[in-house]
């Protein structure tokens, strides 16, 4: 069968990547073609175009780039048509998917989405969209089908693919510490986001405190789909920037200072101590405000329900304020504390095969799907 995938980030991308492979396993006769990224690319997908040509946060920048998000829209739409597939794949990114489900769904394509769009943060009126648009949605998070099932939507939670993304343990730090020029100091991981906007706004607060703290080695967690130069921009070449190496990063960290998204998750699991971060251009947080009624931004907080993590929003996220926190975590009772909640998150997101288990669920509905319309035009 034919699958068309649609990722618009990194994360969205590696996840991507894993299930092609799990797919891929199952039909043997399947063919990838999608918007994503290099891992997608290299596990099978032939690429219609690349989304880090898609990298826009806020609503002025969304604004500001109407014309070429709509561009993509109809791009995505037109290869879509093209290609055919038996099914098509969301991979989280819902700004631009669920535009793209309503479309599908109206032409006639099977909709499938992987990794839902989290309306229980914001709009939940959207659910109606999704209950209309998408045949199957598969969840990853573990209060995502109680929240569903009281819209009267069916969903299969599948556990979390971040589980499935981690690495082995790593055999050899000094030899990484040597390979990226690192001394014997304190690690303190710097996880900007991959977002152009999103760096530029939270990195010169991690670069404030790096100046403060000489103690330590700040460390930056390059995004694949930036280069070097924008990172050198902001800090000089005063902090190291390691590409392609995050998971490991991590795993000689002592702390991280996480953006918040999917790697506050990756840094839990890992079991690395972090404080998470968040800031935006004041529109869009003033904006944000009135459509989120969340207690909390990480998901490592959203999924345990309570406040594991620092969360340092908008006009807290300051070099005084990640100072204060980054010292709290030499705590050794909270770095203990923190450490036994990992734990019991790891137990809450599931077990490890969401891709395997996504890939069956997708494989199988499909299939259904094309027999039943077989009988149905005979």
Same mark, same amino acid.
């Given at each position: ?70 561009? &993509? ?55 109606? *969209? ?72 939270? *990195? ?85 405000? &009135? ?7 990480? *998901? ?56 395997? &288990? ?21």
């Amino acid at each position: 069968m034919k699958y068309y995938l649609i990722a618009g980030e990194a994360s969205g991308d590696l996840h991507g990547s894993n299930l092609i492979k799990a797919l891929a396993q199952k039909d043997e006769n399947a063919s990838f073609r999608a918007m994503g990224g290099d891992l997608m690319q290299k596990s099978g997908a032939v690429l219609d175009f690349h989304y880090k040509h898609m990298g826009f946060m806020g609503f002025f920048e969304l604004l500001r780039h109407l014309f070429k998000i709509k561009k &993509r829209i109809a791009q995505c739409k037109a290869d879509i048509e093209t290609f055919q597939p038996d099914a098509l794949i969301l991979i989280d990114f819902s700004g631009f998917n669920l535009r793209i489900a309503k479309w599908a769904k109206e032409a006639g394509f099977l909709v499938h989405y992987y990794i839902a769009p989290q309306v229980w943060a914001s709009r939940p009126k959207r659910v109606e *969209l999704i209950k209309t648009s998408v045949d199957h949605l598969y969840v990853t998070l573990p209060f995502e089908p109680e929240f569903y099932a009281k819209h009267h939507y069916k969903v299969e939670f599948v556990g979390h693919p971040l589980l499935d993304a981690l690495e082995d343990e790593l055999q050899n730090p000094e030899a990484f510490k040597d390979k990226h020029g690192l001394d014997e100091r304190p690690i303190v991981a710097l996880l900007p986001g991959s977002r152009t906007q999103e760096i530029k706004r939270i *990195l010169p607060v991690m670069q404030a405190v790096a100046t403060q703290l000489p103690a330590y080695q700040f460390v930056i967690a390059g995004a694949p789909s930036q280069e070097k130069a924008l990172y050198h921009s902001i800090t000089g070449d005063q902090l190291q920037v390691v590409f392609r190496a995050t998971q490991d990063l991590l795993k000689v960290a002592h702390i991280a200072v996480v953006t918040s998204g999917t790697a506050t998750l990756e840094t839990a699991l890992i079991g690395t101590p972090q404080v998470v971060c968040y800031k935006t251009s004041p529109l869009t947080y003033a904006i944000a405000k &009135r459509l989120i009624t969340l207690r909390y931004i990480s *998901l490592v907080n959203l999924v345990l329900d309570r406040p594991c993590l620092t969360e340092l929003i908008q006009n807290d996220c300051t070099p005084a304020q990640l100072k204060k926190a980054i010292e709290h975590l030499e705590n050794q009772e909270i770095r203990a504390k923190m450490l036994e909640q990992y734990a019991e998150l790891k137990t809450l997101l599931g077990e490890k095969g969401a891709s395997a &288990r996504a890939a069956t669920a997708i494989y199988e509905n499909t299939h259904s799907a094309h027999l039943q319309a077989t009988r149905l035009s005979q």
